[in-house]
């Protein structure tokens, strides 16, 4: 498992971009672990978002943020960034970083919660104008 911590995130106008960062609290590299971004909005479940993979950088999207958000990694930082463009109100969550470094999980499981064993506490994203 790793400790993971995302910062970034806050209050965004409707239309609007805000960029959210994941690291390993140790500053341990994420570059060799598949990451997935889920968000909880108030009185719902929480919900995948996105996710990269290590082996090859492909990535998926939730058809909810397709087009609009990106997942990437910084390599040299070992970090993984989530820029969020064209922002909607319903984007509204707690969003959480989860890091698989189990092995052994298909390439293509990217979704479920149980891909994941280590996740961070979540940040606060508001889009409101």
């Known amino acids: 498992q790793v400790q993971l911590v995302e910062s970034g995130g806050g209050l965004g106008q409707p239309g609007g971009s805000l960029k959210l960062s994941c690291a390993a609290s140790?500053?341990?590299?994420?570059?060799?672990?598949?990451i997935g971004w889920f968000r909880q909005a108030p009185g719902k479940e929480r919900e995948w978002v996105s996710c990269?993979?290590?082996?090859?950088?492909?990535?998926d999207y939730a058809d909810s943020v397709k087009g609009r958000f990106t997942i990437s990694r910084d390599n040299a930082k070992g970090t993984v960034t989530l820029q969020m463009t064209s922002l909607k109100p319903e984007d509204t969550a707690v969003y959480f970083c989860?890091?698989?470094?189990?092995?052994?999980?298909?390439?293509?499981?990217?979704?479920?919660?149980?891909?994941?064993?280590?996740w961070g506490e979540g940040a606060q994203v508001i889009v409101s104008s």
């Open positions: 140790s500053g341990r590299t994420l570059n060799y672990y598949k």
């Open positions: 990269i993979r290590s082996s090859d950088g492909s990535t």
């Open positions: 989860a890091a698989s470094t189990v092995a052994g999980v298909p390439y293509t499981e990217c979704s479920p919660e149980y891909v994941y064993d280590s």
